[in-house]
């Protein structure tokens, strides 16, 4: 059992910066590959970020690529999402997932673990 718990939303202006952390507990995290999703109101839950178990592998949706960084923890059991240059766009609630094997899956249906999720406001 993994439990997750985002921190670090909150509002930033257009062309701002936020760091998302995710805190993981349990004592097998670096078992898990990890993702990054996130939801607009009235839009569908999308990929945004995914890393493998040693962080070795990561893939970004391409409307972040260049702007946002993944990266992870294993000895603080964290992953982070790094957020530059901010768009409207990229408001939403964000959501750290946990995926079983050394796998880094863009489909959310292959994650197992979810946490509650964090708020971004971006405004312009």
């Known amino acids: 059992q993994v439990q997750l718990v985002e921190s670090g939303g909150g509002l930033v202006q257009a062309g701002g910066s936020l760091r998302l952390s995710c805190a993981a507990s349990?004592?097998?995290?670096?078992?898990?590959?990890m993702g990054w999703f996130r939801q607009a109101p009235g839009k569908d839950r999308e990929f945004v970020a995914v890393?493998?178990?040693?962080?070795?592998?990561?893939y970004y949706q391409d409307s972040v690529k260049g702007r946002f960084t993944i990266s992870r923890d294993n000895a603080k059991n964290t992953v982070y999402l790094q957020m530059n240059s901010l768009k409207p766009e990229d408001a939403a609630v964000y959501y750290c997932?946990?995926?079983?094997?050394?796998?880094?899956?863009?489909?959310?249906?292959?994650?197992?673990?979810w946490g509650e999720g964090t708020q971004v406001t971006v405004s312009s």
């Open positions: 890393i493998s178990w040693t962080g070795g592998v990561t």
């Open positions: 997932a946990a995926s079983r094997g050394e796998a880094a899956p863009i489909e959310s249906s292959w994650y197992d673990y």
């Open positions: 349990g004592r097998t995290f670096s078992s898990y590959g």
